[in-house]
């Protein structure tokens, strides 16, 4: 069996004057007829972070099956944005509101012209347990206490899915962290999180509001490029949290990888008298690769 695999690079910043950039997601059409042990291997033998599957669906516009190499997960920020902006790019979707039925539930989505936005759910916020918890962030970060930014704690940010959101003072701080991916993947399974997402204030082009580096070797993700669901979580610490009044955000990722390759995620807060309501974390994409992988029945 000859599927067609297309490679989508989301959240692409084109203000870089980088060739591409951007979180490489693949994307697999019309997948209905696959089974999930064949999804698997087809994301294991990508090797990308995500893949995703989209289908038929009854109650939405699509159904979106998610696949790192290692597991299924309920939600990716950066390869819904990939199968949508390819579907606007084919001609198989129009501008304006459409949805997305995943595995827990249905979100929209939102096309304006290549700008794809998906809507997550209003935040919830847990502490750490205790300063012990604490320092084994830290250690797995490789940071020391004073390294962290002034005023509230990390904490687990959860508007679809769970991340660890970690603010520190300096961009040379961000760029210090050597990632202890064994410690990181034991503390997400504790916390039972996708993986840490952290960030500072300091941006590479000034009015962006934050840049971040995001870790998840939980789902077999050492470092990833750009993380559409994490940073609607860090949107609504920097919020509600540290107090940034405002409601929409622009943040930079992927910048102080091994193998640099920018991203740019916008989020905006649909804020009403109780706070956060929900969320649209968005962007752009471009189609790099397409082929042809054999599968067995």
């Known amino acids: 069996m000859d599927i067609t695999v297309h490679t989508v690079n989301a959240f692409v910043d084109d203000q870089t004057g980088f060739a591409i950039g951007g979180n490489p997601a693949g994307v697999v059409l019309d997948a209905d007829d696959l089974t999930a042990h064949q999804r698997q291997a087809l994301a294991a033998r990508l090797g990308l972070s995500e893949t995703v599957f989209v289908g038929s669906s009854a109650s939405a516009s699509r159904r979106l099956e998610f696949f790192t190499p290692t597991q299924q997960i309920a939600h990716c920020g950066h390869a819904t944005i ?27 989505i939102l096309i304006e012209g290549t700008r794809i936005a998906m809507e997550q759910s209003a935040p919830t916020y847990t502490e750490l347990a205790s300063g012990d918890h604490l320092q084994q962030v830290l250690d797995a970060l490789q940071l020391k206490a004073d390294d962290l930014m002034e005023g509230p704690p990390p904490a687990v940010v959860h508007t679809g899915n769970a991340f660890l959101v970690v ?11 050597q990632p202890q991916l064994d410690q990181i ?4 399974h504790t916390h039972d999180l996708i993986g840490f997402y952290a960030f500072c204030l300091q941006t590479d082009i000034p009015g ?9 070797p939980r789902y077999g993700i050492n470092e990833e490029a750009a993380t559409g669901m994490a940073a609607g979580p860090l949107a609504c610490w920097l919020h509600d949290r540290l107090g940034v009044e405002r409601s929409h955000f622009v943040l930079e990722q992927g910048r102080l990888m091994p193998g640099p390759s920018p991203s740019l995620i916008d989020v905006s807060l649909d804020i009403g008298a109780s706070g956060i309501e929900r969320l649209w ?3 752009t994409a471009r189609l790099t690769h397409t082929q042809q992988l054999s599968l067995s029945s």
């Open 82 to 108: 990939a199968a949508f902006w390819l579907m606007q790019h084919l001609g198989q979707l129009r501008d304006g509101m459409h949805s997305k039925e995943t595995i827990d539930g249905n979100r929209a």
């Open 167 to 177: 603010g520190v003072r300096s961009r040379e701080c961000l760029a210090a962290i």
């Open 185 to 188: 993947e034991r503390l997400s």
């Open 208 to 216: 962006r509001h934050a840049a971040a580096r995001m870790f998840a």
């Open 281 to 283: 974390a968005g962007g």
